[in-house]
Every structure is written in C-alpha cells, then in structure tokens.
C-alpha cells in the first residue's frame, strides 16, 4: 500500500491541473474540463467535516465552474464508506483502471528511426496529438499550459511514417520512475506496432535518465492497451475508477469532461 500511494503521489504530478484546492483533506483539481484526472476530487487523507456537507461542497464546487463533480476513488480514498455513499447519492461509476508498474532493467531500444524526441512540449507535437485525440482549440490551448508548466524532467516522442504522425507518447520521471502517459496511434495505423516503438523509444529515454521502473494508468476494458503493456512486463498494482454524479437520470453535464 506505501508504493501504491507513491504511484499515486506521481500520477497526480505527471498529469497535473491547472488550478488545485485543498478542501479538508481532499484535492480539488480544475484544468478547463479536460480529462477527469485534472478535473476531480482526489480524496487523499482522513477528513474531519461530515461527508455529505463534504461532497455537497464539492458540487457547489464543480458546478460553479461549469463542470460536473467528479470523485477519483482509490482503494487507499477517505473515509473509507466514501465509494458506498457516492453510490447511494448516485454516483455512476465509470473509467475503472489498472494502475501497472514494471522494472526497465531489461528494456530494449527501438530500432524505429522515423521518430522524434523533445524535452519540452513543441507545437508539432501537440498539433499530432491533437489530430490523433480530436482535441479542440481550447483542449490543445489547456494540454499546453499543463504540460508547459510540469516542472518534472519529461520527453515527448512522436512517430511518423512516411512523413505521416501515426502516434506519439509523453514519459515523466520522478524518483526513479518514468510514468508514461497519452500513448496514442492515429486509428488509420493502429495494429502495426506503432505504439509498441513509442513506448520502447520513451522508456528507453526514461532509463538513459536514470529510471528504473515505470508505471502507467490503463483502462481495465483497453484489451489492447493492456497486451501492449503486457510486453513490457508492467503488472497489476491497484486499480481505481471514478463516480459520476448522474443528471436527470444521465451522466451528461453542462460541461461534459473530455478524456480520463
């Protein structure tokens, strides 16, 4: 449980928010309603208020901004009957994830040579990122000012193919660790190992720097996700997902979140 809540001290940190609060023991996280990471409640430590007024805080909370309330439950997530009363209050539960490490000791190159790696965020980058997810202006305008801002030692690789972006990647180090997030292949080139290269081009990188282990949020349904990350030899270590409060009997919102 101690790695557990490591890992999830640097998920909160490779993927950060544009705007945190600290509300009696729980992290309210805003970044313009982009992914559900930067835009929920990450209930990290024992609280003292009671847990209805806490929650409804935090719909106030959410709903002044234009969002819908968000809670990212964890096995280690206080109190305890958090998830239980979420539920009853109606809650849908969505996104259930795997959380994975893996040691990097035995790590081979790619030998891919149609790539690109940055230390820093560059438009090209987040131009093919943004054809690849469908991202918006404004949801290009936040990944920027999010990863711009990230003061960790990171890496961004894109790959392309005939001079065409078929995917790309971001790795973050911390202590040791080398987080992987936003593995993405254009749907065109998916199937032809095109994120098994980033992935090795990234935690090839990741282990120059000094990394270790790496760790990486998949979700529990990505069954191809899950048997690229297999190759790697990353392994269970916890799992979490999020609760959704439902409106008019749908999860929808003014704002719905876009992304994980």
């Known amino acids: 449980m101690d790695l557990a809540k490591r890992i999830e001290e640097m998920s909160l940190n490779g993927w950060p928010a544009l705007q945190t609060i600290l509300y009696d023991g729980w992290l309210l996280r805003l970044a313009n309603g982009y992914t559900k990471r930067s835009n929920s409640v990450h209930p990290i430590y024992a609280h003292t208020y009671d847990l209805e007024q806490k929650i409804a805080y935090c719909e106030s909370f959410y709903a002044s901004h234009g ?8 096995p280690f ?8 009363k979420l539920e009853e209050l109606g809650y849908e539960l969505v996104d259930h994830t795997i959380v994975k ?21 560059s438009p090209e980058w987040l131009a093919a ?22 003061p960790l030692q990171k890496a961004f690789v894109l790959l392309r193919s005939q001079g065409v972006p078929v995917a790309c990647g971001i790795v973050v180090l911390e202590q040791g660790y080398g987080g992987l997030y936003d593995i993405v292949t254009e749907s065109r080139h998916r199937g032809q190992g095109f994120g098994e290269e980033v992935v090795r081009h990234l935690l090839w990188w990741a282990r120059g720097q000094g ?23 990353y392994q269970p270590l916890y799992e979490y997902w999020y609760r959704v409060k439902r409106q008019g009997g749908s999860s929808s919102a003014k704002r719905p979140l876009q992304g994980k």
Not at 77 to 84: R, T, V
Not at 101 to 121: C, M, V
Not at 211 to 233: C, E, I, M, Q, T
């Open 211 to 233: 990394a270790r282990k790496g760790y990486l949020l998949v979700v529990k349904s990505n069954a191809a996700a899950n048997r690229l990350y297999d190759k790697f030899g």
């Open 129 to 150: 990122l943004a054809g690849m997810q469908g991202l918006s202006e404004s949801q290009q305008e936040t990944t920027r000012r999010m990863m711009e801002g990230l």
């Open 77 to 84: 997530a206080q109190p305890g009957n958090l998830d239980a």
């Open 101 to 121: 490490t893996a040691s990097l000791e035995n790590i081979r190159p790619s030998h891919y040579e149609e790539f690109k790696l940055e230390t820093e965020l």
């Open 67 to 74: 969002l819908p309330s968000v809670f990212k439950v964890t």
